[in-house]
């Protein structure tokens, strides 16, 4: 198929209107077929002339020939003197030699030899023959002989007679002679006019007409190149331009289907890619926990269709933003992205181009899609791209689509996060209230019925070992009972909204209230996100500690410190100025120090309570920060690790 190039936005101009002095093919067909019929008629009329005239002078041969015959029998009558014969004989003659047949065919004009050739046969009958008939008659009348002196007259009439009827015979053999050239010259003519005619019909018909049937078929076949030669400016010369005119119409009417067929199609492959991109997200979202290596995946199928090779998802949290992944290794430095992602934070639903401040910066712009759920941000999709590329209106939206779908997903899981948190929470009150219902009234009706032994056995002389035995059953009840409302104070614990900073603050103050120690907090995680399960862990180790330090190291003073140990992990540290304890004598087998080694390890992490320089003791917790996300999930509902 070849499509002729065309001028975009100004259609073909229209073919000029025919002007009245145009030659005409109608007019020019119409002239060959009346110069045909003309000549058809001249020959018609020239043989119906002829024949009309050939037809009387027939006759004229006819009555001329008689006239001999009559001469003669005039001669007859006279010979055997018959008297009223030779009147009627001569009567007819003069009849027949006057008759309109014959004298129709004698010109009028005296120097034509056929007037002159009648003229004689009057003449010798006027002259010589009827006198000499009438004075024959005479003496045949009268008995005298003298028929015989009509042989000479009758000699020189029928001479006369003859000449006369050659005249006429070679008249006729003129016209039909005219008539036959006249019939051969229009013959000729007919057959000159009529090739011409052909000719004329095939050059300015047949021609024009099998040009535009072959251009017309070539159109069906889609070839718009074809052009019709315009060889007259008669009718088919204007069928043929407005032939040129409609095919360069259709071309660029074709032309301009073709680039919106073409521009629909890469449409369709865009948002083919699209809808493939949001199904893959919202598949990978959806289907599992929102980890790192799922953030990663989504990074690289966003830089796959948008055709990008650096790029970041970063994280809000709080004053520290964290790249939760990125990919590439030649575009913006950490800080850079860390630092656009705090700007792509500020902004509503909306991609906004950015200027990477890095030094190792390259120049180019750098996209930032915010992660939002339709109330807030939890962060930014960046994009670093190379010098001189843009996206175009479809990847921005793209991007935007795609950012909503990740902050509605981490949004999802943080809802998540908080029904696991509600539902561990609700699931220790319960526990607690069976505790209290049961193992707590038990312990404190053991209590009293022990007290009550005591009681007893001081009124009576008892055995040393009695009395010891009794003592440590009370002492052990005392630390059973003790250690159940520490558990139930435990299991009734929450973690509310405000999150683990905010229960750690409420802790500090129910020690101070309740034991006078003086403890100072200094908390750098603001921002820092953990698993329900984890932050109740983190919190029940430090108020082990506090628990620890009330009980046993005497202290006035306790500092609780919670910082970044790196950029993955968290350290938590309860120093205390008590008593401290032996290094060789280290109290691991008590419970309280023992449930702590256990809740680390729960947190993946590490615990040590050693002796502090300067006096006291120092419980030092180091886990992994995994605040929000890592590469795997936990096996606690909606929560993530």
């Not at 043989?47 to 015959?69: D, F, K, P, Q, Y």
């Not at 015989?148 to 001479?159: F, P, Y």
């Not at 590439?328 to 950490?334: A, C, I, Y």
Request: proline share 5%; glycine share 8%.
């Amino acid at each position: 198929m070849t499509t002729p190039p065309f001028t975009e936005g100004h259609p073909p101009a229209p073919p000029p209107p025919a002007s009245p002095h145009s030659p005409s093919v109608v007019l020019r067909l119409g002239a060959w077929i009346a110069a045909i019929a003309s000549l058809a008629a001249v020959s018609i009329f020239a043989s119906i002339t002829v024949a009309e005239l050939s037809s009387g002078e027939a006759r004229a041969i006819n009555l001329a020939g008689s006239l001999r015959m009559q001469s003669y029998a005039i001669g007859a009558a006279v010979a055997q003197g018959d008297a009223r014969g030779i009147d009627e004989a001569i009567a007819e003659f003069e009849t027949r030699f006057t008759s309109p047949d014959l004298t129709r065919t004698i010109p009028h004009g005296a120097d034509e030899s056929l007037r002159r050739a009648y003229d004689a046969v009057g003449s010798v009958w006027r002259g010589r023959f009827h006198p000499a008939v009438l004075k024959a008659a005479t003496e045949v009348a009268a008995g005298q002989p003298g028929g015989g002196r009509l042989s000479a007259e009758t000699a020189e009439i029928v001479t006369a007679i003859n000449q006369l009827v050659v005249l006429i015979e070679h008249g006729l053999e003129d016209k039909l002679q005219l008539l036959r050239l006249v019939q051969g010259i229009s013959l000729v003519l007919l057959v000159i006019v009529g090739a011409a005619a052909v000719l004329q019909l095939k050059q300015k018909v047949l021609l024009p007409l099998h040009d535009l049937l072959a251009s017309a078929d070539r159109v069906r076949r889609s070839d718009f190149s074809v052009r019709v030669p315009i060889r007259e400016p008669d009718e088919l010369g204007q069928l043929g331009e407005a032939f040129n005119f409609m095919v360069e119409d259709l071309s660029r009417s074709y032309a301009q289907l073709e680039n919106r067929v073409r521009e629909k199609t890469e449409e369709l492959a865009r948002s083919n890619q699209s809808l493939n991109l949001l199904y893959r997200t919202t598949r990978a979202l959806s289907e599992r926990a929102v980890t790192r290596a799922t953030l990663q995946q989504v990074l690289e199928d966003v830089e796959q269709v948008i055709g990008v090779k650096d790029g970041a998802i970063c994280l809000a949290r709080g004053d520290e933003p964290e790249a939760a992944c990125r990919t590439g290794t030649d575009g913006p430095s950490f800080e850079a992205i860390c630092r656009a992602c705090c700007e792509g934070c500020a902004t509503g639903g909306s991609a906004i181009t950015l200027q990477p401040r890095a030094s190792g910066a390259d120049g180019g712009q750098m996209i930032a899609a915010p992660l939002f759920d339709g109330s807030r941000n939890h962060g930014a999709l960046l994009l670093a791209l190379p010098p001189g590329q843009a996206l175009a209106p479809w990847q921005l939206e793209l991007l935007e689509t795609v950012g909503r779908h990740v902050g509605a997903a981490l949004a999802s899981t943080q809802r998540n996060e908080e029904r696991h948190r509600l539902a561990l929470l609700d699931e220790r009150s319960v526990i607690a209230r069976e505790l209290h219902d049961s193992l707590a009234q038990s312990l404190s009706y053991l209590k009293i019925q022990v007290t009550r032994l005591q009681a007893l056995l001081r009124k009576s002389p008892t055995p040393e070992p009695v009395t010891e035995i009794v003592g440590e059953l009370r002492d052990g009840l005392n630390e059973a009972y003790r250690q159940l409302r520490e558990l139930l104070t435990t299991f009734r614990l929450r973690i509310d909204g405000r999150g683990l900073n905010a229960a750690i603050d409420d802790t500090v103050q129910e020690f101070r209230r309740r034991t006078g120690l003086e403890i100072s907090l200094d908390n750098r995680l603001a921002g820092v996100e953990l698993a329900a399960n984890r932050e109740i862990h983190v919190l029940q180790i430090i108020r082990e500690a506090l628990t620890n330090i009330e009980r046993h190291a005497k202290a006035g003073q306790v500092a609780i410190a919670l910082a970044r140990n790196g950029a993955e992990r968290l350290r938590v540290t309860v120093d205390d100025d008590g008593v401290g304890f032996d290094e060789a004598d280290r109290p691991l087998h008590r419970y309280g120090i023992v449930i702590m080694h256990d809740r680390a390890q729960s947190l993946a992490g590490e615990i040590s309570v050693r002796p502090r320089e300067g006096g006291g003791t120092r419980v030092e917790l180091d886990f992994p920060a995994d605040a929000h996300l890592s590469d795997s999930p936990t096996s606690s509902q909606g929560s993530v690790s």
